[in-house]
Nanobody, 128 residues
Framework: QVQLVESGGGLVQPGGSLRLSCAAS????????MGWFRQAPGKEREFVAA????????PYGDSVKGRFTISRDNAKNTVYLQMNSLKPEDTAVYYC?????????????????????WGQGTQVTVSS
């Protein structure tokens, strides 16, 4: 089992940047493919980005392609989400998630049901 704790959220102006972090503890971090999802008020949870166990980034959600970058450091048990050119529609609670059933080179899934463990979320608000 793994425990996930997100950090780095906050208030940022449109066009600004934020970097989210998700620290994992428990079972060996490299055993998990990792993903980021987000959920805005009144909307369903949306896939943002994912990264394989072997640190290959992708896929990305269509709404964030070219603006967000996911990365991970298996030595630090942490996955990151660098968010640039932020827009008001990026406002949401951002969650990291872990998939324990993906092979080392397997492409991570984009469905929330494919992930087994979730963090508590961190709020990102994009507003002037």
């Amino acid at each position: 089992q793994v425990q996930l704790v997100e950090s780095g959220g906050g208030l940022v102006q449109p066009g600004g940047s934020l970097r989210l972090s998700c620290a994992a503890s428990g079972r060996t971090f490299s055993m998990y493919a990792m993903g980021w999802f987000r959920q805005a008020p009144g909307k369903e949870r949306e896939f943002v980005a994912a990264i394989s166990r072997s640190e290959v980034s992708g896929p990305y959600g269509d709404s964030v392609k070219g603006r967000f970058t996911i990365s991970r450091d298996n030595a630090k048990n942490t996955v990151y989400l660098q968010m640039n050119s932020l827009k008001p529609e990026d406002t949401a609670v951002y969650y990291c998630a872990a998939d324990e059933n993906r092979s080392w080179l397997g492409v991570p899934g984009i469905g929330s049901s494919e992930y087994d463990y979730w963090g508590q979320g961190t709020q990102v608000t994009v507003s002037s």
